[in-house]
T-cell receptor, first 113, second 113 residues
Framework: DQQVKQNSPSLSVQEGRISILNCDYT??????FLWYKKYPAEGPTFLISISSIKDKNEDGRFTVFLNKSAKHLSLHIVPSQPGDSAVYFC????????????FGAGTTVTVRA | DAGVTQSPTHLIKTRGQHVTLRCSPISGHKSVSWYQQVLGQGPQFIFQYYEKEERGRGNFPDRFSARQFPNYSSELNVNALLLGDSALYLC????????????FGNGTRLTVT
């Protein structure tokens, strides 16, 4: 039962442009959402998170938007840089499941020069 | 500060064998979690430990077991290995048993032949 879905397996964007990654979830009990970035041969690296009491959180080039009514979140990267080429995972957690993370399948981002 | 360290980095085992994977959390982190990542999918939750007690278990068979030691390091054991156990096994640590971000190690790549 996949509770977190990333429907776009890949995204190609030109350097300097905006990258928008999308994520949908099915369980309305989720109250904490995170984005991780993963390079080959490395573990996922935490990027940014958002609590369900907010609808936007910003950290430098990264902004996460949360739409609770639509059970949808997105990650905006502006401007995209070559070093942003990686796999991005959306994850969600909640007190009901002891805060264990449920991950999406990931979106591979390629930033073109 | 050292991040989460896992050993070994790679392992090749034969069906039916047993394997032990080890993890040292970030200094000061009391919670350790284990995740399994199969190619093309997001990480799947296996276990969570906090203060040496099991706090959560994912949908994995009893062949999977884990424990946390007094120094908060942890090991994951898998008995009677199957081909389907081939995956990247990720350990993550966090400060506590709350909605704080998990910090992942680089994983152990297990191949079962």
């Amino acid at each position: 039962d996949q509770q977190v879905k990333q429907n776009s397996p890949s995204l190609s964007v030109q350097e300097g442009r905006i990258s928008i990654l999308n994520c949908d979830y099915t369980n309305s009990m989720f109250d904490y959402f995170l984005w991780y970035k993963k390079y080959p041969a490395e573990g996922p690296t935490f990027l940014i998170s958002i609590s369900s009491i907010k609808d936007k959180n910003e950290d430098g080039r990264f902004t996460v938007f949360l739409n609770k009514s639509a059970k949808h979140l997105s990650l905006h990267i502006v401007p995209s840089q070559p070093g942003d080429s990686a796999v991005y995972f959306c994850a969600a957690s909640a007190q009901f499941n002891d805060y264990k993370l449920s991950f999406g399948a990931g979106t591979t981002v390629t930033v073109r020069a | 500060d050292a991040g989460v360290t896992q050993s070994p980095t790679h392992l090749i085992k034969t069906r039916g064998q047993h394997v032990t994977l080890r993890c040292s959390p970030i200094s000061g982190h009391k919670s350790v979690s284990w995740y399994q990542q199969v190619l093309g999918q997001g990480p799947q939750f296996i276990f969570q430990y906090y203060e040496k007690e099991e706090r959560g278990r994912g949908n994995f068979p009893d062949r999977f077991s884990a424990r946390q030691f007094p120094n908060y390091s942890s090991e994951l054991n898998v008995n009677a290995l199957l081909l389907g156990d081939s995956a990247l096994y990720l350990c993550a640590s966090s400060l506590g048993w709350t909605n704080s971000p998990l910090h992942f190690g680089n994983g152990t790549r297990l191949t079962v032949t």
